[in-house]
């Protein structure tokens, strides 16, 4: 029963440098979502998928990157990573049949200095 | 666009205090609507949902009532206990403005229950 998994729990990078974010789920979900999570603004969403191969902005996209050449993968990367992308990421699964109920990983705390 | 507003924390209550956190939506048409609740060091999990108008959504004690006519969702709990110590966030999906499979969400409250 692993669910949905992220990796790394913990990141410290530096301004500039290129961070991977990975999210797996087991379930075959079709949507994939990435959020992030701030003091102030609860969460946020900054990409997501409806299925391998497809996948869209969500609210706050600029300096991120996605893919999903696999169903059960949805790899976030920070290309130039920035100070104001330090925050908690949350990748998250949803079903076809279960249309409304998220699934979510246990997050990366990712510090960017 | 659906937005969700939620009062701000964080709310401090003794044990077996009474919990109300208000929770308000704007949307149109008829979005369904849930309270998620993240414990310290985890992700998100759902607590409870209501679907249609009049709705109780219920779970471990919660329950919120979905109000079309004051667009609320307002959680309660008649008795916490500790270990409800969490930040708890209120969303909604759907309506004429929103899709069935993305979520709005509130900034979200921290509760803490002392002992």
């Known amino acids: 029963d692993a669910g949905i998994t992220q990796s790394p729990r913990y990141k410290i990078t530096e301004t500039g440098r290129q961070v991977t974010l990975m999210c797996h789920q087991t379930w075959s979900h079709s949507y994939m979502f990435w959020y992030r999570q701030d003091l102030g603004h609860g969460l946020r969403l900054i990409y997501y998928?409806?299925?391998?191969?497809?996948?869209d902005k969500g609210e706050v996209p600029d300096g991120y990157v996605v893919s999903r050449s696999k169903t059960e993968n949805f790899p976030l990367t920070l290309e130039s990573a920035t100070r104001s992308q330090t925050s908690v990421y949350f990748c998250?699964?949803?079903?076809?049949?279960?249309?409304?109920?998220?699934?979510f990983g246990s997050g990366t705390q990712l510090s960017v200095l | 666009g659906n937005s969700v507003t939620q009062m701000e924390g964080p709310v401090t209550l003794s044990e077996e205090a009474f919990l109300t956190i208000n929770c308000t939506y704007t949307?149109?048409?008829?979005?369904?609507l849930f309270w998620y609740v993240q414990y310290p060091g985890e992700g998100l999990q759902l607590l409870l949902k209501a679907t249609k108008a009049d709705d109780k959504g219920s779970n471990k004690g919660f329950e919120a009532t979905y109000r079309k006519e004051t667009t609320s969702f307002h959680l309660e709990k008649g008795s916490v206990q500790v270990s409800d110590s969490a930040v708890y966030f209120c969303?909604?999906?759907?309506?004429?403005?929103?899709?069935?499979?993305?979520?709005?969400f509130g900034k979200g409250t921290l509760l803490t229950v002392n002992p």
């Open positions: 998928s409806a299925a391998a191969d497809i996948t």
């Open positions: 969303a909604l999906s759907g309506g004429s403005g929103g899709s069935n499979y993305k979520l709005t």
């Open positions: 998250a699964s949803k079903g076809q049949g279960s249309r409304e109920k998220l699934f």
């Open positions: 949307a149109t048409g008829y979005p369904s």
